[in-house]
């Protein structure tokens, strides 16, 4: 299934087989390139991205993901450019790869921002809490630790993370948080 990167679109899902949204005409193959393949998070009411599991058709086998800007009030648009510019950048062990930052133009001429970046393996802590269930004076010492040096990493770009809490946090099979 290839879905429909217009936000707006009342039917996003479209055959594998078409190149343009059945519903809004919008070009389904991202940037020549990205396939969207699966919701990871819809925007809901309030949140002003959306975020996709894509195919990459020049490096299908690493596993990626799309971020897109839905909203165009010049805050959103300037927080999701410092990120793009953070992810893209720079490199630590703690932060996603970004690999890409470009612009999609829906049928109707609607411009939206997009983040390509690297899919994370693992759960966020909110779901491995659930599923695991409370972690002791330790394991909490050492996400901290983690927790700490990924923010200091991000503060000394000049950037403050605004939306800390476990499910904004991923944990690779490492053990790594993200």
């Known amino acids: 299934m290839n879905i429909c990167i217009n936000p707006w679109?009342?039917?996003?899902?479209?055959?594998?087989?078409?190149?343009?949204?059945?519903?809004?005409?919008?070009?389904?193959?991202?940037?020549?390139?990205?396939?969207?393949?699966?919701?990871?998070?819809?925007?809901?009411?309030?949140?002003?991205?959306?975020?996709?599991?894509?195919?990459?058709?020049?490096?299908?086998?690493?596993?990626?993901?799309?971020?897109?800007?839905?909203?165009?009030?010049?805050?959103?648009?300037?927080?999701?450019?410092?990120?793009?510019?953070?992810?893209?950048?720079?490199?630590?062990?703690?932060?996603?790869?970004?690999?890409?930052a470009f612009s999609v133009f829906t049928s109707q001429g609607e411009e939206f921002p997009c983040l390509v970046m690297e899919k994370i393996a693992g759960h966020n802590l909110e779901q491995w809490l659930k599923e695991q269930g409370a972690i002791n004076q330790k394991q909490a010492c050492q996400w901290l630790e983690q927790i700490v040096k990924i923010l200091d990493f991000i503060h000394q770009q000049g950037v403050l993370h605004r939306d800390i809490k476990p499910s904004n946090i991923m944990r690779r099979p490492s053990a790594q948080l993200v």
Request: aromatic content about 4%; charged content about 35%.
């Open 9 to 100: 679109c009342k039917k996003r899902e479209n055959l594998d087989e078409v190149e343009r949204c059945q519903n809004c005409d919008t070009q389904l193959l991202i940037n020549n390139r990205y396939r969207l393949i699966k919701y990871l998070c819809d925007r809901g009411e309030t949140a002003a991205t959306e975020l996709f599991e894509i195919e990459d058709l020049q490096d299908p086998q690493t596993p990626k993901v799309l971020k897109v800007l839905t909203n165009n009030e010049p805050k959103s648009v300037n927080l999701f450019q410092r990120e793009q510019d953070i992810l893209i950048r720079h490199r630590h062990e703690g932060i996603p790869k970004g690999e890409a």
